[in-house]
C-alpha cells in the first residue's frame, strides 16, 4: 500500500534541473529571518539556505459531510516553499514588496526561490518543505524576470546596502515594486524593475493633483 | 511552522456515523480469510469483528505540479490500512455489481467499495482522498442498512437477503453460471459471523 499526495493548489516552475517557488522573507539588519516568526536562516558560504529537517505539527482535514474532521498528527517538515498560483504568478506579479522604516527593513513577498528534488521533505498539496534552497543568481534572477510583462529598465541593487536602493516614500513609508533578490559572488543583491518605479511616481503625483 | 493535508476533491467525503465515520473498502473473502484486493495483505480479525494493524512505514508519493505535467517526489510515511471516500463514482446506483462471487475449488468473495466503519482516533495519515487507520470494522446489519440509505441511496426493504459468507455459494447456486455470480450488496457482522447482505436489483 502506498500513499500519494497531489497538488490541490499552484504549481512551481522547473528551470533547468531546479524548481521554483515562491517565499516570504524579511532582511532586517543584515539578517535573514521568517516572514512570521522570528526564525533566523542558516546560509552557507554559497549563498544556500540551510536547516535540518524536524517533526512539525501536521494537520489533517478529512473532509465528513460537508464539513470536516480534524486530526492532529506530525511529519518531518523543512522550510516551506509556495507554489505560484492566480494571483502570485510570474505573469501577473508585482513581485516584490520593499519596506523601509527608520531601521530599515526589507520585505520580499513571493520571491522565487529555487530547490532542488533531492531537497524537499514534505509536500502537503500545496506547500512545500524542503531542507535547502537558494535565491537564483544573477542570470536566472534575469531569466525569471522575463516571465513577468516587459520589464526593460531592470537595475541591480546591494541588498545589504539599502541606502541605495532608491526608496519612494509612501504611506507608512511602504513602497511597492517589482523586485528578484539575487546571490551573487557572496553578496545579496535586488534586481528591481524601474519601470514600476515610474508607474508608482505617477499614480502618487496623480493622487497629490 | 506546520503543514496542512486537505481533501483535494469536491464531493468525496466520509460519512459520520454516531462516533464513528464511515468509509470504504474493497477487499477480498478468500476461503473464510479477509485479504486485500491485490491478495498481498491478510487482515488480522479481533473476536469482536475489529480488523486491526500498527502503523508501518509506507510508500509516500508527492507528485508536484509544474507549469506543465507533474514532477514525483518519492519519501515515506507511518500509515495503516487505506480506507477510501464516498465519492459520485461510488454510489450504488452507478454500479452494476459490487460483490463477484467464484466458487472454483475454494470460495472466492471479492467485495468493492464495502462500507467500513473507523474512529476519528484511529487515523494515522490523510492524503487528501485516502485515509489510514490502524483499526476498522464492518457495521451490523442494523448500520449496513442505514449505511446504504445514506451513503448509496439504496432503500432497502423487502428486495433484501442475508447469508453467511461461508454458506453463500450454496444460498446463490440458482445465480451461479459456471461457478461465476456478480451480484450488489454489503457485507456486514453480527455475533461472531460474516454475512452478505444482497440486493435483488430490479
Known amino acids: 500500500m502506498c500513499h500519494e499526495i497531489l497538488g490541490r493548489e499552484g504549481f512551481f516552475i522547473r528551470m533547468d534541473d531546479m524548481l521554483v517557488g515562491s517565499k516570504t522573507m524579511l532582511f532586517c539588519d543584515g539578517v535573514w529571518k521568517g516572514s512570521i516568526s522570528n526564525y533566523i536562516y542558516s546560509i552557507s558560504p554559497e549563498g544556500w539556505f540551510h536547516d535540518e529537517a524536524k517533526q512539525q505539527d501536521l494537520t489533517f482535514w478529512v473532509p465528513v459531510d460537508d464539513d470536516f474532521v480534524i486530526v492532529e498528527s506530525t511529519c518531518i517538515g523543512g522550510m516551506h516553499v509556495s507554489p505560484f498560483n492566480k494571483c502570485n504568478a510570474p505573469k501577473d506579479l508585482r513581485q516584490g514588496i520593499l519596506k523601509s522604516t527608520g531601521s530599515i527593513l526589507i520585505m520580499l513577498d513571493y520571491i522565487p526561490i529555487l530547490f532542488g528534488e533531492d531537497d524537499i521533505v514534505f509536500y502537503d498539496g500545496r506547500d512545500i518543505s524542503v531542507k535547502a534552497f537558494r535565491f537564483p543568481n544573477k542570470v536566472e534572477a534575469k531569466k525569471l524576470s522575463e516571465k513577468i510583462p516587459p520589464r526593460r529598465h531592470l537595475a541591480s541593487y546591494r541588498i545589504e546596502d539599502p541606502k541605495e536602493i532608491p526608496f519612494i516614500e509612501g504611506y507608512l513609508s511602504i513602497t511597492l515594486r517589482f523586485a528578484i533578490p539575487y546571490y551573487e559572488d557572496g553578496k545579496f543583491y535586488l534586481l528591481i524593475d524601474k519601470d514600476n518605479e515610474r508607474r508608482l511616481h505617477e499614480i502618487r503625483h496623480d493622487t497629490e493633483a | ?202
Open chain 2, 1 to 202: 511552522m506546520c503543514h496542512e493535508i486537505v481533501g483535494r476533491e469536491r464531493n468525496v467525503q466520509y460519512l459520520p456515523f454516531g462516533y464513528e465515520l464511515v468509509g470504504t473498502k474493497s477487499m477480498l473473502f478468500d476461503n473464510g480469510i479477509w485479504k486485500s484486493n491485490d491478495w498481498d495483505y491478510t487482515y488480522s480479525v479481533k473476536d469482536n469483528g475489529w480488523f486491526h494493524s500498527s502503523p508501518k512505514e509506507q510508500d509516500l508519493t508527492f507528485r508536484i505540479p509544474l507549469v506543465v505535467g507533474t514532477t514525483e517526489v518519492k519519501s515515506t510515511c507511518m500509515a495503516g490500512m487505506h480506507v477510501a471516500s464516498f465519492n459520485q463514482c461510488n454510489r450504488l446506483e452507478a454500479l452494476h455489481s459490487n460483490i463477484m462471487v467464484r466458487s472454483i475449488d475454494s470460495l472466492l468473495i471479492d467485495i468493492d467499495r464495502a462500507p467500513v466503519l473507523f474512529m476519528k482516533d484511529d487515523i494515522v495519515f490523510f492524503d487528501g482522498e485516502d485515509v489510514s487507520v490502524k483499526a476498522f470494522r464492518l457495521p451490523t446489519e442494523y448500520e449496513v442498512r442505514e449505511i446504504a440509505n445514506i451513503a448509496f441511496h439504496a432503500s432497502l426493504g423487502e428486495e433484501t437477503f442475508s447469508c453467511r459468507m461461508e454458506d453463500c455459494t450454496e444460498v446463490l447456486s440458482d445465480k451461479m453460471y459456471n461457478h461465476f455470480c456478480y451480484l450488489y450488496g454489503f457485507p456486514y457482522y453480527e455475533d461472531g459471523k460474516f454475512f452478505l447482505l444482497l440486493i435483488e436489483k430490479r
